[in-house]
């Protein structure tokens, strides 16, 4: 498969080794790239620029025909997500979220508790809002492990630097914990009281993903659908 990138930075360079084994990469680009002369050449775009920038590029993209992988959390809003997915319907184009996690080897021992606990303590370079950085993997984690999405918020504080969630549904509990302002990195996930780190990968899920995704392996209508519900979770959350 003939592919682009858009998106240079610390991700997008790590995208583009892999991309580079996988597949044909005819292009590297930045967000302020004009793209008009060269997104003909490709068969898919992969899209790793800020968030604030993915609703234009994306939508250019499949407005041009073309199949787009996008990092999360997509565009940040259900809204604009949405109207993105239809239009890639109505043009039968396929847009892809990388929820990366949920193809790490350690995600295979999760099952659906009643009492999880997301940790996640790290050194941030680049310090986006707190609940717009890692928050959304754990909430895309926490609706595929449960498959609630009727979320009661019962805590919420929040500092530049530190996250604490307390959420419910039915008789499920969760917490999320982040902390961005320490020198190690941590990733773990509690389920009733067994440990699973992520903080070592067991396996390079990103090129699995991205292999699976350019041989057409993906479920489209299940990951756009997850991105949706985390997104319209996120937003409950941003409100409260």
């Known amino acids: 498969m003939k592919t682009g990138l858009i998106g240079n930075g610390y991700w997008g360079s790590i995208v583009e080794k892999k991309l580079e084994k996988l597949s ?7 967000s302020k790239t004009d793209i008009t002369n060269i997104i003909n050449d490709v068969d898919m775009v992969f899209v790793c620029t800020p968030t604030n920038t993915h609703y ?5 993209c499949l407005l041009n025909n073309k199949n787009v992988f996008c990092e999360k ?13 239809s239009l890639a319907k109505r043009n039968k184009l396929n847009i892809i979220i990388d929820h990366v996690f949920l193809y790490r080897n350690e995600y295979k021992d999760i ?23 890692l928050l959304y993997h754990d909430l895309y984690m926490l609706i595929d492990i449960t498959k609630c999405i009727d979320w009661e918020i019962i805590k919420k504080i929040v500092s530049k630097e530190k996250l604490y969630l307390k959420l419910k549904s039915n008789k499920k509990n969760v917490e999320i914990i982040y902390n961005r302002n320490c020198n190690y990195k941590q990733k773990q996930i509690i389920l009733n009281n067994n440990v699973i780190d992520f903080s070592i990968p067991k396996n390079d899920a990103l090129y699995d993903i991205l292999n699976l995704i350019l041989n057409n392996s993906i479920n489209i209508v299940n990951n756009n659908d997850l991105c949706l519900k985390t997104l319209n979770l996120k937003e409950k959350i941003l409100k409260c």
């Open 24 to 30: 044909e990469l005819k292009f590297v680009a930045n």
């Open 56 to 60: 234009d590029i994306v939508k250019y």
């Open 73 to 85: 959390p997509f565009t940040g809003s259900y809204i604009k997500a949405l109207e993105l997915m």
């Open 111 to 133: 099952s659906n508790l009643d009492n999880i606990k997301f940790i996640w303590n790290k050194q941030e370079i680049i310090k986006e809002n707190i609940l717009d950085s």
